[in-house]
């Protein structure tokens, strides 16, 4: 009530919904800020270690019900504005959501930096406070619309800014060099342009509120933010040019998440943000220990991915240019102090920038990035590696056709103390390919670090009914301890026990119709299979394969409408990256295969096909309670971890997928007879592509797959332009550089043993059980303390 008379100047007569929020969240605020003053005075009284971890991409998503929850007032609050009249689950769904990424990375990010609060890891997250998140998707005629996403448009109530925390960034320039009485020689940049960067923060609070820490964002400001010279001659334009230029940097967020947008505004965000923490974090150091030699036993700094690798060097620059470190030793600092986590074995989406871009935008870096390389070539060559081919492939210079360009992975790499896959297959593959030369020149440094999700926003927020079962059941330790969960498997075969559970995924299920009558027009059937693939779309995932699996499904039943059918409601949400033509094309077969499905009477009550639309992390949490089946189904060897798989078998759903990225590790904890694989293995889609796969015979010797590609490309699911998939059928019948054909008939046959498995409630919901009881291992708590472990060398708090 304070809050909203004097933070919001409202009276409860007027106050909207919107009013409500900010004024909760101010309250709530209050409360984290009191943990985060005592977080920060603790890290420094006991002179521990702290975190860094440098992520381009943060998806947060909302922040009230995650306060809420880790401070234990989420009942409290709610009876608090009930007696206000005043709903809080109508005020949750008014906070926009902090699309600050694109998807799985961005929110490991956001998973972790969760996670390192609760074990009270004293941590900093590094990003760039982006004006536009991900792009809003909308669906027009079935095709996907891409609309901005102005996140901070009704203000942020969860974020600080910092105006006194600025550091200024540079570009471009010359660099001079002098020499010193002994002949040594200092190098200074001077920049011909300079960016402010401005931070701004947001307190992350832990589980219990046991430690609090800071997700700092910097937001980009020109340093002269008027040129009062040219605006008083009257160059009105002139005079703002410089300074939109400079604060581009932090608009948008690159709308890609599996190949580098390769523009130099990237680059410069990049550059923006891995200084701006580099300085922020060199010169907290300072202040409190004094020596910069003393670096790396007091910081860690992990990289998310080479988004962030230019901090590689940006750290040698500081260190030797400005503090005047010997070389060597600088170069022992670095690498003591960073880590390095691969996300990706797919060869263009591995990052390199051309050096004359490079040398114009960052002439210092470009020089110390050649001396880097010189030592590292030199140091092979000292232990007698001379092979020239070995020496190319591991140079931080690819040279091809006389383009010269600067390897982000390898730099990483060679930077880093530890290197890090993020599943036990990813990490084994990364040792074989992208990172084989450098594996055996440094077979110490790869290691697995198999991803995780936070169980407070997967489980304890988005499914309050399925936490209170839990609770009810094991007790409240099970809060604290997600190894506790084990003990359900005594309740598997449990008839009442699987009833509570029914009642709760039924209620679960309810909502979701809801949501589906609110925005597609049509309510689904509770008592249906809800089979869900909700991801980027991209053709390594294969919704495309789901689709035509729709199809074959939707051919038969009008074949034989009076089967035993098991009910399905096959749902799908995802975007597509703006420029990916065949992602798009693919929401559109989704879009047109639902619309001529939903509207024929032979399979009403039988199948139906949804797409919802603008997929983020809000969504996410209203879909996965309500998942029976989880589509888990990438190209083997090609998905690295994936962490959707994780949430949703934390929820009770069954998979069914390949043997693929964390799908592995899942498939050992719930037991084959829980989960349903089908298809090659990552080693059979490298066999198969090694010697030269042939869809059309794969086709033509599946009577399914050729009808199902028959009515698509003639035209029945686009009646409206019967030629708009000829190309995409084409292209599945010539190149299928993803192997869909080759595993769609296991896929298919996995698919009737799911319905025949639902069938038997008994045994569904047994696995189901046996679901939630054995993935408490993905807890992403697990997965920091290996970190911390590891790669840090931090200790944590036990829970
Ligand atoms: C978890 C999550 C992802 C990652 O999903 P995958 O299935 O692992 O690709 C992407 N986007 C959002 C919003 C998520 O919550």
Redesign the pocket.
């Given at each position: 009530m304070a809050k909203l008379a004097y933070a919001v100047a409202k009276d409860p007569t007027s106050a909207q919904e919107r009013d409500w929020y900010i004024a909760t969240a101010l309250a709530v605020r209050d409360r984290v800020v009191d943990g985060w003053a005592e977080s920060y005075r603790h890290t420094n009284d006991t002179q521990n270690k702290r975190v860094y971890y440098m992520s381009l991409e943060f998806?947060i998503?909302r922040l009230l019900f995650d306060s809420l929850t880790n401070l234990g007032i989420v009942e409290e609050m709610r009876q608090a504005l009930a007696s206000l009249g005043v709903d809080l689950d109508r005020l949750r769904t008014v906070e926009p959501d902090a699309a600050l990424?694109?998807?799985?990375l961005?929110?490991l990010a956001a998973c972790f930096m969760e996670s390192m609060a609760t074990l009270a890891v004293p941590a900093y997250g590094y990003g760039i406070r982006y004006e536009n998140g991900l792009f809003r998707q909308g669906i027009k005629d079935g095709w996907q619309q891409e609309y901005p996403e102005n996140w901070l448009t009704n203000g942020n109530p969860w974020e600080f800014e910092r105006p006194e925390i600025t550091y200024d960034v540079g570009f471009g320039g010359t660099v001079d060099i002098t020499y010193g009485p002994d002949g040594a020689a200092t190098y200074r940049w001077h920049p011909a342009e300079r960016v402010s960067a401005v931070a701004y923060d947001t307190p992350v609070v832990g589980w219990r509120c046991r430690h609090v820490n800071t997700l700092r964002l910097w937001a980009a400001r020109a340093v002269d933010p008027l040129r009062l010279d040219a605006f008083n001659a009257g160059d009105y334009v002139g005079a703002l040019a410089d300074r939109v230029r400079a604060e581009s940097i932090s608009k948008v967020l690159y709308p890609s998440d599996a190949t580098p947008a390769g523009q130099e505004l990237r680059l410069r965000q990049e550059f923006f943000f891995a200084s701006a923490s580099l300085q922020d974090l060199v010169r907290r150091h300072i202040k409190q220990y004094g020596p910069v030699e003393m670096l790396a036993e007091k910081a860690a700094i992990q990289l998310n991915d080479t988004h962030p690798a230019i901090g590689v060097v940006e750290l040698m620059r500081i260190l030797v240019d400005l503090h005047d470190v010997p070389w060597a030793k600088a170069w022992d600092i670095t690498q003591a102090t960073f880590g390095y986590t691969n996300h990706t074995l797919l060869p263009e989406a591995l990052e390199t920038w051309p050096v004359h871009l490079m040398e114009r935008l960052l002439p210092r870096h470009m020089q110390i990035i050649y001396l880097i390389n010189a030592v590292h070539l030199d140091g092979l060559r000292a232990k007698g590696n001379s092979d020239p081919a070995l020496l190319s492939s591991v140079s931080l210079i690819e040279e091809s056709w006389g383009r010269q360009r600067v390897r982000m992975g390898t730099l990483a790499f060679v930077g880093a103390h530890r290197v890090n896959g993020v599943s036990a297959l990813h990490s084994e593959l990364m040792k074989e390919t992208v990172f084989r030369d450098l594996h055996a020149i440094f077979p110490e440094k790869i290691n697995n670090k198999t991803n995780g999700?936070t169980f407070r926003r997967w489980l304890y927020e988005a499914n309050p009914g399925l936490t209170k079962v839990l609770v009810d059941t094991l007790g409240p330790r099970v809060l604290d301890d997600p190894e506790e969960l084990l003990g359900l498997e005594k309740f598997a075969s449990d008839t009442e026990f699987q009833a509570k559970l029914k009642a709760v995924r039924r209620k679960n299920k309810e909502a979701l119709s809801k949501v589906f009558q609110h925005r597609l027009g049509f309510p689904v059937d509770p008592d249906a299979l809800f089979d869900v693939q909700?991801?980027?779309i991209h053709e390594y995932?294969r919704q495309h394969l789901n689709l035509l699996e729709t199809v074959a499904l939707y051919n038969a039943i009008r074949a034989d409408p009076g089967r035993n059918w098991t009910p399905r409601v096959k749902i799908f949400a995802?975007k597509a990256a703006a420029s990916y033509h065949t992602a798009k094309l693919i929401i559109k077969l989704a879009n047109d295969i639902a619309r001529v499905v939903n509207s024929d009477p032979t399979v009403r009550g039988i199948l139906k096909v949804g797409f919802l639309q603008n997929?983020?992390?809000s969504?996410?949490?209203q879909i996965i309670p309500a998942a029976d089946l989880s589509e888990?189904i990438s190209t083997a060897g090609l998905?690295a971890?994936?962490?959707?798989?994780?949430?949703l078998a934390l929820n009770g759903a069954l998979t069914i997928g390949t043997l693929d990225?964390a799908n592995v590790e899942i498939n050992e904890r719930v037991g084959e007879d829980n989960i349903f694989i089908f298809g090659l293995t990552a080693e059979e889609v490298e066999a198969r592509r090694r010697n030269g796969y042939n869809a059309r015979d794969v086709i033509a010797s599946s009577p399914k797959l050729s009808e199902v590609f028959a009515s698509i490309e003639s035209g029945v699911f686009s009646p409206d332009d019967t030629s708009r998939y000829r190309g995409f059928i084409e292209m599945l019948s010539n190149h299928d550089h993803f192997l869909v054909t080759a595993d769609f008939d296991a896929y298919y046959a996995a698919q009737r043993q799911v319905d025949a498995h639902w069938q038997n409630g008994a045994a569904w919901w047994r696995s189901s059980i046996l679901n939630t009881a054995r993935v408490g291992w993905f807890s992403s708590d697990r997965t920091i303390r290996e970190y911390a472990r590891d790669i840090w060398n931090v200790p944590v708090q036990t829970t």
């Amino acid at each position: 009530m304070a809050k909203l008379a004097y933070a919001v100047a409202k009276d409860p007569t007027s106050a909207q919904e919107r009013d409500w929020y900010i004024a909760t969240a101010l309250a709530v605020r209050d409360r984290v800020v009191d943990g985060w003053a005592e977080s920060y005075r603790h890290t420094n009284d006991t002179q521990n270690k702290r975190v860094y971890y440098m992520s381009l991409e943060f998806l947060i998503g909302r922040l009230l019900f995650d306060s809420l929850t880790n401070l234990g007032i989420v009942e409290e609050m709610r009876q608090a504005l009930a007696s206000l009249g005043v709903d809080l689950d109508r005020l949750r769904t008014v906070e926009p959501d902090a699309a600050l990424g694109n998807g799985g990375l961005g929110r490991l990010a956001a998973c972790f930096m969760e996670s390192m609060a609760t074990l009270a890891v004293p941590a900093y997250g590094y990003g760039i406070r982006y004006e536009n998140g991900l792009f809003r998707q909308g669906i027009k005629d079935g095709w996907q619309q891409e609309y901005p996403e102005n996140w901070l448009t009704n203000g942020n109530p969860w974020e600080f800014e910092r105006p006194e925390i600025t550091y200024d960034v540079g570009f471009g320039g010359t660099v001079d060099i002098t020499y010193g009485p002994d002949g040594a020689a200092t190098y200074r940049w001077h920049p011909a342009e300079r960016v402010s960067a401005v931070a701004y923060d947001t307190p992350v609070v832990g589980w219990r509120c046991r430690h609090v820490n800071t997700l700092r964002l910097w937001a980009a400001r020109a340093v002269d933010p008027l040129r009062l010279d040219a605006f008083n001659a009257g160059d009105y334009v002139g005079a703002l040019a410089d300074r939109v230029r400079a604060e581009s940097i932090s608009k948008v967020l690159y709308p890609s998440d599996a190949t580098p947008a390769g523009q130099e505004l990237r680059l410069r965000q990049e550059f923006f943000f891995a200084s701006a923490s580099l300085q922020d974090l060199v010169r907290r150091h300072i202040k409190q220990y004094g020596p910069v030699e003393m670096l790396a036993e007091k910081a860690a700094i992990q990289l998310n991915d080479t988004h962030p690798a230019i901090g590689v060097v940006e750290l040698m620059r500081i260190l030797v240019d400005l503090h005047d470190v010997p070389w060597a030793k600088a170069w022992d600092i670095t690498q003591a102090t960073f880590g390095y986590t691969n996300h990706t074995l797919l060869p263009e989406a591995l990052e390199t920038w051309p050096v004359h871009l490079m040398e114009r935008l960052l002439p210092r870096h470009m020089q110390i990035i050649y001396l880097i390389n010189a030592v590292h070539l030199d140091g092979l060559r000292a232990k007698g590696n001379s092979d020239p081919a070995l020496l190319s492939s591991v140079s931080l210079i690819e040279e091809s056709w006389g383009r010269q360009r600067v390897r982000m992975g390898t730099l990483a790499f060679v930077g880093a103390h530890r290197v890090n896959g993020v599943s036990a297959l990813h990490s084994e593959l990364m040792k074989e390919t992208v990172f084989r030369d450098l594996h055996a020149i440094f077979p110490e440094k790869i290691n697995n670090k198999t991803n995780g999700i936070t169980f407070r926003r997967w489980l304890y927020e988005a499914n309050p009914g399925l936490t209170k079962v839990l609770v009810d059941t094991l007790g409240p330790r099970v809060l604290d301890d997600p190894e506790e969960l084990l003990g359900l498997e005594k309740f598997a075969s449990d008839t009442e026990f699987q009833a509570k559970l029914k009642a709760v995924r039924r209620k679960n299920k309810e909502a979701l119709s809801k949501v589906f009558q609110h925005r597609l027009g049509f309510p689904v059937d509770p008592d249906a299979l809800f089979d869900v693939q909700i991801k980027r779309i991209h053709e390594y995932k294969r919704q495309h394969l789901n689709l035509l699996e729709t199809v074959a499904l939707y051919n038969a039943i009008r074949a034989d409408p009076g089967r035993n059918w098991t009910p399905r409601v096959k749902i799908f949400a995802g975007k597509a990256a703006a420029s990916y033509h065949t992602a798009k094309l693919i929401i559109k077969l989704a879009n047109d295969i639902a619309r001529v499905v939903n509207s024929d009477p032979t399979v009403r009550g039988i199948l139906k096909v949804g797409f919802l639309q603008n997929y983020n992390v809000s969504l996410a949490e209203q879909i996965i309670p309500a998942a029976d089946l989880s589509e888990q189904i990438s190209t083997a060897g090609l998905e690295a971890s994936g962490t959707g798989n994780m949430k949703l078998a934390l929820n009770g759903a069954l998979t069914i997928g390949t043997l693929d990225g964390a799908n592995v590790e899942i498939n050992e904890r719930v037991g084959e007879d829980n989960i349903f694989i089908f298809g090659l293995t990552a080693e059979e889609v490298e066999a198969r592509r090694r010697n030269g796969y042939n869809a059309r015979d794969v086709i033509a010797s599946s009577p399914k797959l050729s009808e199902v590609f028959a009515s698509i490309e003639s035209g029945v699911f686009s009646p409206d332009d019967t030629s708009r998939y000829r190309g995409f059928i084409e292209m599945l019948s010539n190149h299928d550089h993803f192997l869909v054909t080759a595993d769609f008939d296991a896929y298919y046959a996995a698919q009737r043993q799911v319905d025949a498995h639902w069938q038997n409630g008994a045994a569904w919901w047994r696995s189901s059980i046996l679901n939630t009881a054995r993935v408490g291992w993905f807890s992403s708590d697990r997965t920091i303390r290996e970190y911390a472990r590891d790669i840090w060398n931090v200790p944590v708090q036990t829970t």
